[in-house]
């Protein structure tokens, strides 16, 4: 079974990137374009990985992963800051708020599915990470 991954980001070319990169590691994704379109995506799927910018229009990535810490069915779902904002605290901010890991732009295509298979199999570990 494909592991399903939401990813939420405003900028088209960078969700093309890393959608091509997932997809051809046998990954599924789904994309939103914003704040509100994710929120909706996260109510109605059952992600198994959630991929957010930190800076978008209307919400921005802190206040969605604060919303989607309180969705109980999101329970154990590895959210994963992916932005170009790595100004010094940016990524201790990220976790405060509740991102499980924090990967900036630009994305390393090479690295990135290590990233996520990581991010994934912490989340099958008996006792998470």
Do not use: W
Request: with cysteine; proline share 7%.
């Amino acid at each position: 079974m494909r592991a399903l991954i939401l990813y939420i980001e405003d900028n088209f070319e960078n969700r093309l990137l890393v959608r091509r990169i997932l997809e051809a590691e046998g990954y599924q994704v789904v994309e939103a374009e914003d704040g509100p379109r994710g929120l909706e995506l996260a109510r109605s799927m059952h992600p198994d990985l959630i991929l957010v910018d930190l800076h978008l229009p209307d919400i921005d990535g802190y206040e969605l992963v604060r919303r989607f810490k309180q969705m109980p069915h999101l329970q154990g779902i590895p959210i994963v800051a992916l932005t170009a904002d790595v100004i010094r605290g940016t990524r201790e901010r990220a976790l405060a708020t509740g991102c499980d890991g924090y990967i900036p732009k630009p994305i390393d295509v090479d690295a990135l599915p290590e990233q996520i298979a990581a991010f994934l199999k912490n989340r099958e570990a008996p006792h998470g990470r």
